[in-house]
């Protein structure tokens, strides 16, 4: 069982950066594939951004270039740092951990969820 707990949330304005943490408080994140998944009210949840247990990056395209994924394993934290929010972003962000090698863009290849945190973008 990994419990997962994101933070970094907030209202920022448009051309604005947010940091979202990743936290795992008991099982080391190293060995999981991570996934940033985003939501709206009446939208399905969709892939952001995945990390690999080799550090091979995902995006989707509409982060590509404005969005950066990374893990501090030390840390047993994954980031996303996101930079020229736009209010097209707004939305919970969360992540999602699953025990294999590859990256997956599809929410029920992950097995574990955090709680998300309100990211708002104002025009």
């Known amino acids: 069982q990994v419990q997962l707990v994101e933070s970094g949330g907030g209202l920022v304005q448009a051309g604005g950066s947010l940091t979202l943490s990743c936290a795992a408080s008991?099982?080391?994140?190293?060995?999981?594939?991570i996934g940033w998944f985003r939501q709206v009210p009446g939208k399905e949840r969709e892939f952001v951004a995945g990390?690999?247990?080799?550090?091979?990056?995902y995006y989707a395209d509409s982060v590509k270039g404005r969005f950066t994924i990374s893990r501090d394993n030390a840390k047993n934290t994954v980031y996303l740092q996101m930079n020229s929010l736009k209010p097209e972003d707004t939305a919970v962000y969360y992540c999602?951990?699953?025990?294999?090698?590859?990256?997956?863009?599809?929410?029920?290849?992950?097995?574990?969820w955090g709680q998300g945190t309100q990211v708002t973008v104002s025009s």
């Open positions: 999602a951990a699953k025990s294999s090698i590859v990256v997956a863009t599809s929410t029920s290849e992950y097995n574990y």
């Open positions: 008991e099982r080391t994140l190293s060995v999981y594939v």
């Open positions: 990390i690999s247990r080799y550090d091979n990056k």
